[in-house]
Nanobody, 120 residues
Framework: QVQLVESGGGLVQPGGSLRLSCATSGFTFSMFAMTWYRQAPGKERELVARITINDYTDYLYSVEGRFTISRDNAKNTVYLQMNNLAPEDTAVYYC??????????????WGQGTQVTVSS
């Protein structure tokens, strides 16, 4: 059974920090690039951060320098450390597992989403 279980969201004041976790099971974690997306009400879902199987990373420009994505293959878990949060970061954050290109038969895997609210 494939599972992606997110945790760590919540309410935080501007300037504060949160660490999101996505614990996975049921697939070969080490062979999947992992991503975090977010979606605010009325807006399109956007890519926040991506980490490849070789630990290369990419970030949305507005979060670069504030957010850090990492992965622990021994724990089948991907993290998103979020520092200096701003109200504009308020959104539902989703964990995503990206299949390797040589497996076009596989669909991307999604977590349930976790709410992050930045407000004073």
């Amino acid at each position: 059974q494939v599972q992606l279980v997110e945790s760590g969201g919540g309410l935080v004041q501007p300037g504060g920090s949160l660490r999101l976790s996505c614990a996975t099971s049921g697939f070969t974690f080490s062979m999947f690039a992992m991503t975090w997306y977010r979606q605010a009400p009325g807006k399109e879902r956007e890519l926040v951060a991506r980490i490849t199987i070789n630990d290369y990373t990419d970030y949305l420009y507005s979060v670069e320098g504030r957010f850090t994505i990492s992965r622990d293959n021994a724990k089948n878990t991907v993290y998103l450390q979020m520092n200096n949060l701003a109200p504009e970061d308020t959104a539902v954050y989703y964990c995503n597992a990206e299949p390797p290109s040589y497996r076009p038969d596989l669909s991307a895997l999604w977590g349930q989403g976790t709410q992050v609210t930045v407000s004073s």
